[in-house]
């Protein structure tokens, strides 16, 4: 199992070992359980659900909805967040296995 040291760029470019790989074959990319998408923040989540961007960051911590800690910032899949509320307005418990 090798995996370089240093850090590149999204596009490839920046100083790091181009063998990125867990066995040789495989991007250290494809082995993530969730397609990568963009992430939202709490001012955009906030208009689409048609609150308060302190509400959504209090829900953020409380558990209450799906979300992401980066730092001291709050980020929101979308996806998780129409699971949330197809789970939340069909009357099932919340489960983490639903998000």
């Avoid at 063998?19 to 993530?32: A, K, T, V, Y």
């Avoid at 799906?66 to 910032?73: S, V």
């Avoid at 929101?76 to 307005?89: E, H, I, M, N, T």
């Amino acid at each position: 199992m090798s995996c370089s040291r240093r850090w590149r760029n999204l596009d490839g470019t920046g100083s790091g070992d181009t063998s990125e790989s867990l066995d040789g074959n495989e991007s250290i990319f494809s082995q993530r359980t969730h397609p990568f998408e963009p992430l939202l923040d709490d001012v955009q989540v906030a208009k689409l659900l048609g609150l308060h961007q302190k509400t959504v960051q209090k829900l953020a911590r409380s558990g209450d909805i799906p979300a992401i800690q980066i730092g001291r910032y709050w980020r929101f899949r979308a996806s998780s967040l129409q699971k949330w509320l197809d789970v939340k307005f069909s009357g099932q418990p919340l489960t983490k296995e639903i998000l």
